[in-house]
């Protein structure tokens, strides 16, 4: 595929162009793609890049080419919306060429959007936080997924925080995982509440590091391994091992650093289907 315009900048500080995105994006496809295949898609364009008007697009705009998948899936409340699906690396280099920096995606798939597959607690850390912090709550949170069940993954978000999430075996409906992961949140922040907080409103959290569970929600999304961030510095999301976490920093993966370790490492989330844990049995552990 031609990529349009290869020469626009999209990260101006960082000197990284259009043409550079679609090159990352190719060169890491087989990585990326099977934490996005089958998944209803949230898009995040810059087609003027990081300084021009960006938005988060979840429905195709007519545009898009019969090739590109395209599945409705039930709305909340009744009715269907259109989502883009992308099983492949033309779909992956497609999107990219039309100005998509970020991909977000459900935590559960098209063929069962009311099951989710995955469970993931998000940390949000006021300004100032440290790096030393966060890595210390990531681990907590891994000591109670484990606690109820579960199997813990590690995702630096390529923003200011850290994902922590846990394979699910899609039997559990949306209002059961998200009461798990309410509850997850709620005795991890127990532990330490001058620091940890669950509260919906940012008035009342203080300078506590929030424990987003809401990501669990029906239609809600998680930024998808190794998705480029619409960011200065142009760190992507990067699944870690739990060792590697004691060096990490949120935004340590930029494009170039990111393929040098994908060349002598594999996937750390590669095999994470195969830890599927049962959310109604974590949820029953807790209570």
Sequence with gaps: MNVSHPDKVFYPDDGITKGDVV????????????????????????????????WFQKHPGEHFPDRIRVERVPRKGGGTDEYVVCDDAETLEYLANQGTLEFHVWLSTVDAPERPDRL??????????????LRKVARRIRDH?????????????GGRGFHVVAPLDAKADTDVVLALSRALADRVAADDPDRLTTAQRKDKRGDRIFL?????????????????????????????????????????????????RLARKDDPWREIGKHAGSAEAALATLS
């Design 120 to 133: 993931v607690l998000d940390l949000d850390p006021p300004d100032g936080t440290s790096v030393a912090e």
């Design 23 to 54: 090159e990352y994006y190719r060169a890491v496809a087989d990585v990326m793609l099977p934490h996005l295949r089958g998944r209803p898609l949230t898009l995040r364009r810059f087609p003027d890049g990081i300084t021009g008007q960006g």
């Design 145 to 157: 997924y484990e606690e109820a069940g579960l199997t813990p993954f590690v995702q630096a978000t």
């Design 212 to 260: 987003d569970a809401n990501r669990n929600g029906y239609a809600q999304t998680f930024v998808a391994p190794y998705s480029l961030r619409a960011r200065p510095g142009a760190a992507a999301a990067t699944p870690l091992d739990w060792p590697e976490l004691g060096k990490a920093e949120p935004d340590g993966w930029g494009p170039a650093k990111l393929r040098q």
